[in-house]
């Protein structure tokens, strides 16, 4: 049985999981409306994954004999002026991702809830391959400016 602190824990990750989807499909929007067609495949596939974290999370709750819920998410930025502006959004995003999963772990642990820290953990690996890829992105589109941004949107756009 989880604890019901854990329980709304996670269901408020649950909350920032949607809110992850949501701006990633916002940004998707952008990319597209600005002819970025690979830039906005890209964040299309990032949204799935955040979705598919909130269904990981409230699946974990359900099998612990909690209740999974889905609170209100609050509404994302929806323009930025270039795709350094968004993806530069994307990194800090996944930074503070990361931090609130960090956070978790250390209530599961606290608490010596075992099971929720071992599913916790695939969340803090992933984390950091996130927040690498925002970064690698991030870095890219400085150091090879607008020239490149047509390769790299079509580079980005054959995402798997």
Known sequence: MISTTLQDALNGQIVNEIYSANMYLSMSFYFEKE????????????????????YQMASYIIKRGGDAVVNQ??????????????????????????????????QAIAEGDKAT??????????????????????DRLKRMGDKAIFNLDEQYGRRA
Request: charged share 30%; hydrophobic share 40%; proline share 1%.
């Open 35 to 54: 002819g970025f067609d690979g830039f906005s495949t890209w964040m299309k596939k990032q949204s799935a994954e955040e979705m598919d974290h909130a």
């Open 73 to 106: 998410i609050a509404a994302v930025k929806q323009t930025w002026t270039s795709p350094l502006d968004a993806f530069e959004d994307a990194y800090k995003h996944e930074c503070h991702v990361s931090r609130l999963i960090d956070k978790l772990l250390d």
């Open 117 to 138: 820290q071992d599913f916790l953990w695939q969340f803090v690996r992933e984390q950091v391959e996130e927040e690498a890829t925002a970064s690698g992105i991030v």
